[in-house]
């Protein structure tokens, strides 16, 4: 069972774009998260002398990119990048609020950042190969791992979401029907090859594994889901067969309509093109029903 946290972020000149810090009650880490065109005042702050680990967060090309880095004194380092590097337009500096992180302690979370961006398979990462862990013992290693934990409840939070994997494990048995862990909805679009079902649980949109979708995206005036349609081609959470492609894993949407649309290739309103399987009434519909006053 996940503990309830408190989480507190202070807007240093007040705006919610500007520069921010982010804290949870007992925890040691601190997170300072910056724009580039106020880099030069995120570098007199205190904490971007500290050992710790840092995110360029960008574009290249109209396509997402990151990098992760450590560094004994991560100010100096980020002076380095903005000479350097050209693309990125966001950095995130992750230390200890006592300063207390050494230089294994930051290779090993580096490695760990990587391994979890690239796992995610969210944003491609500028990084070569991913670097080695350092040598921690035991003890030091739980206590990263842990530091870990909080920060991956902390960067969502700033939306720095390059580590979260919409992939999902089933949680149940192979064999047990959805109804029984969420509501089942369906979909079924014959004209674009379009097949599938989803379950909603915990306010996520879970297209199952097996359902079928168009192998292309075919709405070019409408790019934003085509870019999802794409990523999970090449991530291979669509397999393409043909002019269709099959999900090999339950994956998680933010929204129906993004499930929706990348299942049919073309841009769709997923409120009324997912029918619950039960009676066929649209999402809309249900939703709709499920605020009735039972008293009225």
């Not at 360029?56 to 396509?63: K, M, Q, V």
């Not at 990587?114 to 080695?132: D, H, K, W």
């Not at 509501?183 to 199952?208: D, M």
């Amino acid at each position: 069972m996940v503990s309830a946290r408190s989480l507190e972020l202070f807007f240093i000149d007040g705006r919610p774009d500007g520069m921010l810090t982010a804290e949870v009650f007992n925890w040691t880490g601190h997170v300072l998260k910056t724009p580039r065109t106020q880099i030069k005042q995120a570098l007199s702050r205190p904490e971007s002398g500290f050992t710790g680990v840092y995110i360029l967060l960008g574009e290249d090309n109209g396509e997402p990119r990151a990098y992760i880095g450590e560094s004994e004194d991560i100010g100096n380092r980020l002076r380095d990048h903005v000479i350097k590097k050209d693309w990125w337009n966001e950095a995130v500096l992750i230390t200890s609020a006592a300063d207390n992180l050494h230089k294994a302690h930051v290779k090993y979370l580096e490695s760990r950042l990587v391994e979890l961006a690239r796992i995610a398979g969210v944003t491609p990462l500028e990084n070569g190969n991913t670097p080695p862990r350092s040598s921690l013992s035991e003890a030091a290693r739980a206590n990263m791992e842990s530091f870990l934990e909080t920060l991956m409840i902390v960067l969502p939070a700033i939306r720095v979401d390059m580590f979260v994997s919409k992939a999902r494990e089933r949680s149940v048995q192979k064999n047990q029907p959805l109804s029984d862990i969420g509501i089942e909805f369906r979909l079924s679009v014959p004209k674009y090859g379009a097949v599938g079902s989803c379950y909603v649980e915990s306010g996520e949109i879970i297209v199952q594994s097996g359902s079928i979708a168009n192998a292309y995206w075919v709405h070019p005036q409408r790019p934003n889901y085509g870019k999802i349609h794409k990523s999970l081609v090449e991530r291979g959470i669509l397999l393409v067969d043909g002019q269709n492609a099959v999900f090999t894993q339950d994956f998680a949407f933010s929204s129906l309509s993004a499930a929706a649309s990348v299942l049919i290739g073309r841009e769709t309103g997923g409120r009324t093109a997912w029918k619950l399987k039960s009676d066929g009434r649209t999402y809309a519909q249900w939703e709709k029903d499920q605020l009735k006053d039972p008293s009225a």
